[in-house]
């Protein structure tokens, strides 16, 4: 029996012609769409092909590791006190061309902690391989510290970033390592807490890392640098941080040395013994038992040229000085005072008008011994002082010892006169001796004053040869009063 073909037959092809047709149709759409709508934002688009002929063959690889350790710093700031310093009331007698030491000066310190402060440091290093054939483009280090999220549970959630420096190896040849370090001062960081539990990661990118070099297809498709390398696409290269097993302490102010300023009066040399800045402790001159100092220092007192009868005082300034420190620490002491002594003056020797018009009452602690022998006569007797004077006060003979009173000053040759004069009558009066050229020096004097008087106009109206005789007067006068005279009479 034979077969008739099939009625649904012409169909079916139908319908397969059909479904061929439109995604042909399809496919010439998305062709146009591609080549047509490119204007609109710029160039075309490179093909595929042509996409990726940059991503082969100039790149290179890296591998990282990590360290990460804390250790804390504590920093203790001293403060210093002067507590007790002592030195002798009494009198210490040193005579002309003679030397002697004050009293020792016994000084007494506290140290006392100021203030302290803790902090953690975070630090260790980002050890580098690069892999490849050439040389790394672009190295950049970012330190990444992290916490977990409940502090001491959870996962864990970046808290903290810092880029590590490279400059020390900013390009890694082929095959090189490098260590770089790093160091964090969580100081720094807002809301640390030394209780959480912290990891620290890297993350290590270069420009020209394989297969993600400007053109590879999925990871770099456009023409832009895509930095890359450990740790970039994912947590980082991770290490744990390491809690810190010891305090590194560090004092300020703990060290100091003491000082002793020494204020010289005039005419003496003053010497700190030892001299300089001494540390505390040191053998023999201060104890310290780490809170409390005592140190023992000394003062030589030279008397170069002061005469006898002269009292000075010797000041002393104690300071406590931390050494080798950019802010150094100085305390400083009330001012000590030691009396100098010159020693009585030996009968029969001469003073000069320094002595005098130092000695009348008004010059720090020296005695008035010039009151005792007024009233003296310069000049014309009494009742006879029109040109002369009648000294009758200290005060009047310290003006006129110092010309402060006197018409002209020390430019007037009778100024001068008048003030050797005194100064002769008051030694006489002291018991010193006097030769016969003195006595005459003396009665030239007088007669000079009672002629001429205390007058600038005077003086400067006399001739050369009256003047000349007038400042020989005052010179052998002056002579005799440092006891230069050659008659005997010395200076006391």
């Not at 004053?449 to 010179?475: D, E, H, P, R």
């Amino acid at each position: 029996m034979s077969k008739k073909p099939s009625r649904h037959l012409p169909v079916i092809q139908l319908v397969l012609v059909s479904v061929l047709l439109f995604t042909g149709l399809v496919l010439l759409g998305l062709i146009y769409a591609e080549v047509h709508t490119w204007n609109h934002d710029g160039p075309a688009p490179a093909p595929a092909m042509i996409r990726t002929t940059n991503c082969s063959g100039t790149g290179t690889t890296l591998t990282a590791s990590k360290t990460a350790a804390t250790y804390e710093i504590q920093t203790d700031t001293y403060t210093w006190e002067i507590m007790h310093h002592s030195a002798t009331a009494k009198c210490i007698t040193i005579p002309r061309g003679e030397c002697a030491f004050l009293a020792p000066m016994v000084v007494d310190a506290v140290r006392m902690l100021s203030s302290r402060t803790t902090r953690t440091i975070i630090n260790g290093s980002v050890t580098v391989t690069n892999g490849g054939a050439v040389a790394t483009t672009a190295l950049v280090i970012t330190d990444m510290l992290q916490v977990q999220s409940a502090c001491t549970t959870g996962g864990f959630v970046d808290f903290y970033a810092s880029v590590i420096d490279v400059s020390a190896r900013p390009v890694l040849l082929p095959g090189e390592t490098w260590s770089y370090p790093y160091e964090l001062d969580t100081a720094l960081m807002t809301g640390y807490d030394a209780s959480c539990n912290y990891r620290n990661a890297a993350f290590v990118t270069i420009t020209n890392h394989a297969g993600w070099l400007p053109g590879c297809p999925g990871q770099c498709p456009g023409p832009d640098d895509c930095p890359f390398g450990p740790g970039a696409n994912g947590g980082g290269v991770k290490a744990d941080v390491i809690p810190s097993t010891g305090v590194t302490v560090i004092e300020i102010h703990e060290e100091v040395a003491i000082r002793n300023l020494v204020l010289c009066p005039a005419g003496f040399n003053c010497t700190s013994l030892p001299a300089g800045d001494v540390l505390i402790p040191t053998p023999d001159v201060c104890t310290f038992d780490g809170t409390f100092a005592q140190c023992v220092t000394f003062v030589q007192v030279c008397n170069v040229n002061v005469t006898c009868d002269t009292n000075v005082t010797v000041v002393d300034y104690f300071q406590l000085v931390s050494l080798n420190e950019a802010t150094p620490l100085v305390i400083t002491s009330n001012r000590i005072e030691s009396p100098v002594c010159t020693g009585p003056c030996p009968v029969g020797c001469t003073l000069t008008i320094g002595y005098w018009k130092t000695h009348a009452g008004f010059t720090g602690n020296n005695a008035d011994r010039v009151t005792q022998y007024l009233p003296i006569t310069l000049g014309c007797p009494p009742p006879q002082y029109a040109k002369g004077a009648n000294v009758t006060s200290a005060a009047q003979s310290t003006a006129i010892l110092t010309f402060s009173a006197l018409a002209g000053g020390a430019a007037n040759g009778l100024n001068k006169v008048a003030a050797q004069l005194l100064a002769t009558k008051l030694n006489v009066a002291n018991g010193a001796a006097v030769s016969p050229t003195v006595v005459a020096a003396m009665n030239g004097g007088d007669s000079y004053l009672c002629q001429y008087g205390f007058n600038a106009g005077a003086w400067t109206s006399l001739s050369n040869g009256v003047k000349s005789s007038i400042n020989q007067v005052a010179t052998a006068l002056d002579t005799y009063n440092n006891g230069l005279a050659g008659d005997g009479v010395t200076h006391c």
